[in-house]
């Protein structure tokens, strides 16, 4: 807990900034031979589950359980980030998720498939699973985004079940907020998240992703991430790769973070270069950086990871078939 209480605010305790080593990161060959589409089939691992934080170990075994009977990757992606949406524990996704400034949980989330369909919701209130309505979203009309009344009347209409999602703890940490900081209070709580995204590489070699969070606790009402936005908070581009991003949502939005990531994997880097590349842009972006966290994971389509983010403190889980199911912590910036 300690690593996600302090991940978006970092600490400036001296933190001097490293150089920007960007020639450790070029690409060696084409694009062709690197990022992952004419990968040989003997390189490749399949499948693969990788997910933001800690309990994405208990989201990856989830989906594990679709991706090992042959399920698709956007099955398993929406039944991960679902463990995550219903555990009080988690405090920035769905039940349990810390409330804004008035009150309220609002909650956030997108899912994108490897056909390059996606779905989202955004200030979305009373619904459980925001994956899930996202993926309706998708799949039952011509958008890709709905927000809040509107999203919750598709949600109620489809079946979707009117819930109150504030937590007894969550209640007593927006009192304590309030007793601490005042409602006046300017600026945005932004401690204490765990935002998840997931990134899926099932059997077939499909790649699919989703994202979901109750968002910045304390935020002004209203306030959107970046993690419903398809480019922001996750993309998946099935001949290349996906990524998806935890923290400050801000700036992850001022950089287009996950489409960055892809489009550089698309370039011949790898996952990891990626993702380092894409920290280099929001520190570029994001004259505050100092003072924000922000990470990216990031899957190619031969199953090769990455992750990367500002400051220490971000870990992100990892499950393949030889290696089981494993927490990584993020190289970092700082
Ligand atoms: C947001 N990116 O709403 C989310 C918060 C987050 O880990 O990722 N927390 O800005």
């Not at 400036?12 to 084409?30: F, I, Q, S, T």
């Not at 927006?174 to 995204?197: F, L, M, V």
């Not at 998806?244 to 990531?261: D, K, M, S």
């Amino acid at each position: 807990m300690q690593n996600r209480r302090s991940f978006l605010r970092t600490s400036a305790l001296g933190a001097a900034a490293a150089p920007v080593l960007l020639d450790g990161c070029a690409p060696e060959g084409p694009a062709s031979s690197r990022a992952g589409s004419n990968v040989d089939p003997k390189d490749e691992i399949r499948p693969v589950a990788l997910s933001t934080w800690d309990h994405g170990l208990a989201a990856n075994d989830a989906a594990w359980e679709i991706l090992t009977g042959g399920g698709s990757a956007l099955d398993a992606a929406e039944a991960g980030v679902r463990v995550s949406e219903a555990d009080p524990e988690v405090t920035s996704v769905g039940y349990g998720g810390r409330p804004d400034r008035s009150g309220h949980v609002t909650l956030d989330a997108c899912i994108m498939d490897e056909q390059g369909r996606c779905g989202s919701v955004a200030f979305l209130q009373h619904i459980m699973h925001p994956i899930s309505v996202a993926r309706q979203v998708m799949e039952k009309t011509p958008h890709v985004m709905l927000v809040g009344q509107g999203a919750l009347d598709f949600a109620l209409v489809n079946g979707f079940e009117q819930e109150n999602l504030l937590h007894p703890d969550a209640a007593a940490a927006w009192e304590t907020w309030k007793d601490e900081n005042g409602a006046a209070q300017p600026t945005i709580d932004i401690d204490n998240h765990d935002t998840i995204g997931m990134l899926t590489l099932d059997q077939a070699g499909n790649l699919s992703g989703a994202c979901t969070t109750s968002g910045a606790a304390f935020k002004y009402h209203g306030r959107v991430g970046d993690s419903p936005i398809i480019g922001a908070g996750l993309y998946v581009d099935n001949e290349i790769g996906g990524a998806t991003a935890t923290g400050w949502g801000e700036a992850v939005i001022r950089a287009v973070g996950c489409f960055l990531v892809v489009e550089l994997m698309r370039q011949g880097y790898t996952p990891q270069e990626a993702c380092e590349l894409a920290v280099e842009r929001v520190i570029e972006k994001n004259p505050d950086w100092r003072s924000i966290q922000v990470g990216f994971i990031a899957l190619g389509k031969n199953g090769d990871h990455g992750g990367f983010c500002i400051a220490p403190g971000f870990n992100y889980a990892i499950r393949t078939p030889d290696e089981g199911n494993r927490l990584l912590d993020s190289g970092s910036r700082i």
